[in-house]
T-cell receptor, first 113, second 112 residues
Framework: SQTIHQWPATLVQPVGSPLSLECTVE??????LYWYRQAAGRGLQLLFY??????ISSEVPQNLSASRPQDRQFILSSKKLLLSDSGFYLC????????????FGPGTRLTVT | EDKVVQSPLSLVVHEGDTVTLNCSYE??????LLWYKQEKKAPTFLFML????IEKKSGRLSSILDKKELSSILNITATQTGDSAIYLC????????????FGKGTSLLVTP
């Protein structure tokens, strides 16, 4: 069966510090991978998606970036965090776009102080 | 402007009640609509509805898609305290093929 991991589970970082969140998927090959952010009072917002190694599409311009160095690894980064980057970050995977079903990891709660 | 709107935003019911959650959408080239349940952390998949599958049922949960009205409902019968969660509706647009457009969710609290 497929499993998706995210770490860390929680993170408190000062403004201006760098960020690296990691997501890995087990039990499937060549998944589509996604990063979402859920801010207080707002719906889940798609940040990035990837259909393969090195292929990243950005949905929302911001100071975040994503990378996919391996087939089942997806990384969310920032060089300098802003207060507005606080939120709940969720990684998800899917078999392909056609199904639409995406499966979510446990998430990372980021607080920027 | 939000592409997916859910109502109500929050709801409190007693165990045993039946609830109906609403989701309306406005997207070009509709592909599918999905319902998720979010408790503490990760949303868990409930149903996917498409033009070829407009009604789904699993136990006490059921969902219907109304393509004419651009909406969907999620029904929960004989609610239990374990049904307390945020219920998320998301719509997939055909041209993007990947992005789930989420509503803000309905927070359901079932009291004993």
């Amino acid at each position: 069966s497929q499993t998706i991991h995210q770490w860390p589970a929680t993170l408190v970082q000062p403004v201006g510090s760098p960020l690296s969140l990691e997501c890995t998927v087990e039990g499937t090959s060549n998944p589509n991978l996604y990063w979402y952010r859920q801010a207080a009072g707002r719906g889940l917002q798609l940040l990035f998606y990837s259909v393969g190694i090195g292929q990243i599409s950005s949905e929302v311009p911001q100071n975040l970036s994503a990378s996919r160095p391996q087939d089942r690894q997806f990384i969310l980064s920032s060089k300098k965090l802003l207060l507005s980057d606080s939120g709940f970050y969720l990684c998800a995977w899917s078999v392909g776009a056609a199904s639409g079903e995406q499966y979510f990891g446990p998430g990372t709660r980021l607080t920027v102080t | 402007e939000d592409k997916v709107v859910q109502s109500p935003l929050s709801l409190v019911v007693h165990e045993g009640d039946t609830v109906t959650l609403n989701c309306s959408y406005e997207v070009t080239n509709f592909r599918s609509l999905l319902w998720y349940k979010q408790e503490k952390k990760a949303p868990t998949f409930l149903f996917m509805l498409t033009s070829s599958g407009i009604e789904k049922k699993s136990g006490r949960l059921s969902s219907i898609l109304d393509k004419k009205e651009l909406s969907s409902i999620l029904n929960i019968t004989a609610t239990q305290t374990g049904d307390s969660a945020i219920y998320l509706c998301a719509v997939v647009e055909g041209y993007s093929g990947y992005a789930l457009n989420f509503g803000k969710g309905t927070s359901l609290l079932v009291t004993p």
